[in-house]
């Protein structure tokens, strides 16, 4: 039977006409470096949102489902787009500034952009790509740049400030479908091309309200919310949405990211809330060891995208009084996956098991642990399984671009639509996850898995290693058997691979010690200085690793 | 376009799967009025609800969308009835036990209810209704009574704790769709039959998400909520389910609501949370003036139900250091409709005038005044109009009954569709809302409105006047003119029409003075000792006042 309840739909432009209105005097600050920093309230960023839908349609021609890309800092006129694009049934697509010249290239022709809002500041990494840009129409430069590296492209170029001017400072926002594509933002995977997600205006006014839940953020309009986290990364993890919802102030850092500006703001504006990856806080500390400033307004940092040392998070408390509170999620996630508050009652010393995992899930992310056997894992902090994940912010497929389908790789989707997070870990009974391996990483041998994460710990604690890899490679009655990798330190050249096992026997269960070993000069790395098991798997399978079978 | 987001619905069945598996341990402690109170953790409270949803379907034959009515105090086994049905996909009837005899068996015969689970304390209430009950088929007992008073009804007869015995401790939840029915409440209205609303599983879970964020209770598993506001009173304004989402503790007062009883549980049992209508909480104050008790456990109290007298709010901080937060609305609104946090940055005393509101709307409750000219009215916190209100868990009509449409009488629903409240107020330009008038006792004048609240302040201010009550009387000219209907004081007959009309000109505008005045021995009262104006223009419109004319 049918409620009597009505069918309103979870919209964008219900969030910007709340945050506008009812918060109309929370403000957006955006740091310049110099100076009085840009202070612009919600409720003024609203009246220009939308004469910046205004422009987007009457100007520049803009109607339902067209993307529009945005290559920006964190700023004001970013969370312009941020409301604008989805409210008036366009998709805002964010641009990882950081990402290789041709990845860029190949998402904004996938999700074929039609116009692409950039900073001035940012003009000489957008030029060289322009002619590649088969899409994008129109480019709207915003603030302060030299548009003469534009010279002579194909697209039409328009200054932010002058589109806006003389445009009405309200429109009449449409009742879309809140399942409707809001925005885009596309993976970069290690392996493949990058992929797309398209989060729907219900999955972020849900997400909006889980962040301002207490198991989240849980801020108030007496917090000021820094997200350094860049908002072309999941939606600077919901905050610019999440902030609108209560009237959260901001600071918006813009370019300014690194340790001495932020810092510097942070101690100028007294925000109490900032979110962060864990090497944007560790250069902060470094940062005020060398010149002391006063952080002590923030109450609450949330550190995700990696697993952050326990020891940083020590520092931040005891030497700055900073409560740090790990996360974590990814972009298919919308990202907000768990958040490491610890159970109540506990001691500080029994809160920290809880607070280096990766944190609990809410009611609406729902887990289930796949384990190697084919049953789910139970949660009893012990058995391993690759986390799968279900909820109304979790994607069910990728863009399949302009014509396509939605893509469902098996690898990233379970038969019943689950998705497979990739990660191997452990809940707790009480909701706690820990990762401990990326599934590919993973040795499926007989049914069971062995962590190579685990291996290696084992390995590098002997006093003769200066780097283990370990691999998984095929085999005959097992499946898949690990194959341990070495480089030994100089002058240990004379550590035989017998003595390596019997170490590790002692260590770990017998079935788990490799039979296979190798010696190698040094471990591949990724650019960011990762053990790159792509290639070390790829030099077996090519016989260019000396192996020997003990 | 779609976006790629998964399809999952909003259940109650995901609240329970949440709350009494991530959450297991967090507790519902139930008063019993000597000796330890009842324990019992949020996860054997599951288990104990798939138990009594197993029993509903296979013993007692419950399907889809069966009405289950209770006529149940607060405590664990109304928790488990209120997961329990909606999660199988049957509706969930809370029965106000405090209503007169006639419209509980209108209610139940109306909602067609199957099965009425009652508290072995209620029997005596349910016991003489159960012969004028046509569709109620079984009758579940819980906890002790005397169930003597049913030999020879009609209906089954079964014992709660038997018929849960054996069964398995696990449901193989539906999955339903989210704008089915979860849960219906009937509001009982100075006029006409009691109308019911049907909640959502939709609805419900995202109310449930608005009481955990930060604007409204905000609490997190290391609080205890109190909820003295009955589960039969729209959902206990959604505690029961909100508090399975996050953890929270339950503190449940069972049938002893009296202000003894109440101190005793908040000392021993240290809640840091109550929610209550106003005349509880004055209760206590007196109660604890008279017996002091410590309640310092209280960090936060909300008062709704009616408006709450800012002495009492003082009391409460100033006495006993607890923080007390009105809260406004409805049956019809599940019921959060605002919260009266002040907004940030003002100082204790500039606090008050936000504080003594009705309070903040939401994101997802959106409002709009309903002018007296046809427009609506701007928010300055002048401008009155008749609040309608729209959003996710606001009613769209009342429930048709077994075999007819839902209702939507004109008076309380908008030809698009916003639920008219009924109530006239203004709205500050940061979302406060205060109400002044009921929309019926508003005078219709000219195309403006007169506020009769505000003419009988006035009347009532003049010394010679005991009682003063106003109402609209048709008039040819300016459609609805005042009518004073004046009570004076003993000794005070001499008082004359011109001297009150010269004093309500000195204080309030020329056009709102009334033309036509009566004197009348007393001001009809409801049973609840409120003005009856419906009696004072009955006896108007069949000529028995005896007024003149200035």
């Known amino acids: 039977m049918l409620s009597t309840m009505q069918d309103v739909p979870l919209l964008v432009s219900r969030i910007l006409r709340h945050g506008s209105t009812v918060h109309a005097e929370s403000t957006i600050t955006t740091w310049t470096g110099e100076g009085e920093p840009h202070r612009q309230s919600f409720g003024e960023t609203g009246e220009r949102a939308a004469r910046f839908a205004h422009a987007l349609r009457d100007e520049l021609g803009i109607v339902r489902d067209d993307r529009i890309g ?10 312009e787009a941020y409301f604008a694009v989805p409210s008036m049934g366009a998709i805002l697509h964010t641009l990882n500034l950081r990402l290789p010249t041709d990845q860029l290239v190949f998402i904004i022709n996938h999700a074929a952009d039609r116009v692409i809002v950039v900073n001035g500041s940012l003009l000489q990494l957008l030029a060289p790509l322009l002619p590649s840009l088969d899409s994008v ?5 915003v603030g302060p740049g030299d548009t003469s590296v534009l010279e002579g492209c194909r697209q039409s170029v328009h200054d932010y400030e002058q ?53 989240s953020m849980g801020l108030t309009d007496a917090d000021t919310a820094l997200p350094v986290v860049p908002m072309f990364h999941v ?7 999440a902030t609108f919802m209560t009237g959260v102030n901001m600071l918006m850092p813009d370019r300014f990211l690194q340790p001495g500006p932020i810092a510097e703001m942070i101690e100028s504006e007294r925000p109490t809330y900032a979110a962060a990856v864990p090497t944007i806080w560790q250069g902060l500390l470094s940062e005020l060891a060398e010149k002391p400033r ?4 923030l109450k609450l940092v949330t550190i995700g995208g990696s697993a952050c040392p326990p020891a940083m998070m020590r520092a931040f408390e005891e030497d700055h009084g900073v409560r740090v509170c790990h996360a974590w999620g990814m972009t298919e996630t919308s990202p907000l996956g768990t958040f ?34 084919g049953t789910f894992a139970p949660w009893d902090g012990k058995s391993p399984g690759e986390l799968e994940v279900r909820g109304p912010w979790i994607t069910s497929a990728y863009y399949g671009g302009a014509t396509g389908e939605p893509l469902r790789p098996e690898d990233k989707f379970s038969p019943d639509g689950w998705l497979r997070t990739g990660d191997v870990g452990v809940i707790t009974p009480n909701g706690y996850l820990t990762l401990t391996d990326r599934a590919k990483d993973v040795i499926k041998s007989g049914g069971e898995w062995i962590s ?9 604690a002997h006093e003769a290693v200066a780097e283990a890899a370990v691999v998984a490679v095929p085999d005959e009655k097992w499946g898949e058997r690990p194959l341990a990798t070495v480089v030994l330190k100089e002058g240990a050249e004379n550590v035989g691979y017998e003595e390596l096992r019997a170490f590790l026997a002692e260590r770990i269960a017998r079935w788990q010690v490799p ?8 471990v591949p790395k990724t650019s960011v200085g990762k053990f790159d098991k792509k290639v070390l798997r790829g030099q077996f399978a090519a016989g260019e690793l000396d192996v020997t079978r003990l």
Chains 1, 2 share one sequence.
């Not at 939606?235 to 949405?241: D, M």
């Not at 006063?294 to 307004?297: F, M, Y």
């Not at 190579?452 to 590098?460: D, R, T």
């Open 294 to 297: 006063d952080i002590s307004s």
């Open 515 to 522: 039979e296979r070993w190798a010696l190698i000069p040094a």
């Open 452 to 460: 190579s994460v685990e291996l290696e710990n084992a390995l590098m």
């Open 137 to 141: 129409e129109h480019i709207i430069v």
């Open 340 to 373: 490491a508050h610890p159970p109540a009652g506990l001691s500080a010393e029994d809160e920290w098991p809880y607070r280096i995992s990766q944190g609990r899930f809410p009611a609406s992310v729902e887990p289930r642990l796949a384990a190697p056997d």
């Open 235 to 241: 939606n600077a993890w919901g905050l610019p949405h």
């Open 70 to 79: 945005t290559l920006m800092w964190n700023n004001a006129e970013h969370v």
């Open 163 to 215: 589109l806006l001017e003389g445009r009405p400072s309200t429109y009449d926002w449409p009742e879309l479908d809140e399942r409707d594509a809001a925005a885009m933002c596309y993976t970069s995977g290690t392996t493949g091309d990058p992929k797309g997600v398209l989060f729907s205006h219900r999955s972020m006014y849900l997400h909006s309200m889980q962040v301002n839940m207490t198991q």
